[in-house]
């Protein structure tokens, strides 16, 4: 089982920034994909981004792209998402979750067998 454990959710005014960690352990990041899902109120959990342990590759909703960043290595156990430019529409518990390299698609939450608890990013002025 990967633990992870996210960080750094926090009230930010529209146009602002927010760097999320999420600090995972248990198994290698090379391993596994490593991917960033947001739930708004009332509505489903939403893929947002994803990075890949071996390659680096990266995955982006076509909402946040140019907007948002994940970064991360194959030497750190740590996975980031930088933010910018957040709009009240990204209001949302943000999650990161971990899986193993699989034919199920990084932007599925299906590729994912671990998930951190959470950390919530409230967008309001």
């Known amino acids: 089982q990967v633990r992870l454990v996210e960080s750094g959710g926090a009230l930010v005014q529209p146009g602002g920034s927010l760097k999320l960690s999420c600090v995972t352990s248990g198994r290698t990041f090379r391993m596994h994909v490593v991917g960033w899902f947001r739930q708004a109120p009332d509505k489903e959990r939403e893929f947002v981004a994803a990075?890949?342990?071996?390659?680096?590759?990266?995955a982006y909703a076509d909402s946040v792209r140019g907007r948002f960043t994940i970064s991360g290595g194959d030497a750190g156990n740590t996975v980031y998402l930088q933010m910018d430019n957040l709009e009240p529409a990204d209001t949302a518990i943000y999650y990161c979750?971990?899986?193993?390299?699989?034919?199920?698609?990084?932007?599925?939450?299906?590729?994912?067998?671990?998930w951190g608890q959470g950390t919530q990013v409230p967008v309001s002025s």
């Open positions: 990075i890949m342990g071996n390659s680096g590759s990266t």
């Open positions: 979750a971990s899986g193993v390299v699989s034919t199920v698609s990084v932007r599925s939450r299906r590729a994912y067998s671990s």
